[in-house]
């Protein structure tokens, strides 16, 4: 029987797995390990502090809910409103904070901050990143063991459900190209892409090579 649950604190390690694995399809790899090269600080270390310190414009941890199967959490995914100030995805006036819970020297902060705007660019509210939707659904993720069975439909419907509840009735999300299984899960749920961004848009800007990615929508319909 599945059941499902806001986040808290002590869910932190399993979020940060989440985060991660989320980040990784279609191309096995993850911007954060481009983040971190060099600092001897793995991703998910790196995105537990981040969480810890609330160093974040994409998901803070009473924003996600987790899927429990017999008392194992085997799911998760955000729901959050979009942010305004930023759309990249840390708060770099708070990575002190993030530094100083990795222990971190001002030598790897500073390189790390001097990647992320190699990565991300200066503009704290770069066009690519422009929010899809006053709400926005972030890092839906099903642990290894438990896909193919259902659960990330039944996660991405409390979702929807929770949303309509509240009133929060456009809602959208951001699949990388190639991760067709995402695609076809989410137009399933009724959202529509409504713009592409290819490969040439981020090769030519950054030091990475990076498929792009297809923003979907969706109007809710109110809640009965």
């Known amino acids: 029987m599945l059941t499902i649950r806001s986040a808290n604190a002590t869910d ?9 694995e989320a980040s990784l399809p279609p191309e096995n790899h993850s911007f954060w390990d481009d983040l971190l090269q060099g600092s001897s600080t793995g991703a998910e270390e790196f995105i537990a502090a981040m969480l810890k310190t609330r160093a974040t414009y994409w998901s803070q941890i009473d924003d996600f ?10 799911a998760a995914a955000s729901i959050y409103a979009a942010p305004e100030e930023d759309y990249r995805p840390i708060r770099l006036d ?12 001002s030598q790897t902060e500073t390189a790390f901050c001097d990647r992320y705007h190699q990565l991300f660019g200066n503009d704290p509210k770069p066009l690519f990143f422009k929010p899809q939707a006053p709400w926005i659904l972030e890092y839906v993720a099903v642990i290894a063991e438990a896909r193919g069975q259902g659960i990330g439909k039944f996660l991405l419907q409390s979702l929807l459900d929770q949303a309509q509840q509240k009133d929060q009735l456009h809602v959208g999300i951001m699949v990388i190209n190639g991760n067709d299984r995402a695609y076809k899960a989410y137009e399933s749920m009724g959202f529509k892409p409504y713009e592409t961004l290819y490969a040439d848009y981020f090769n030519n800007n950054f030091d990475i090579e990076f498929s792009g990615f297809t923003k979907f929508g969706q109007i809710l319909a109110p809640a009965a």
């Open 65 to 74: 809910m987790i899927v429990e199967r017999e008392g194992h959490s085997v």
């Open 12 to 20: 932190v390690s399993f979020l940060a797995h989440v985060v991660y």
């Open 94 to 105: 708070q990575m002190n904070q993030i530094a100083q819970e990795l222990g971190w020297s």
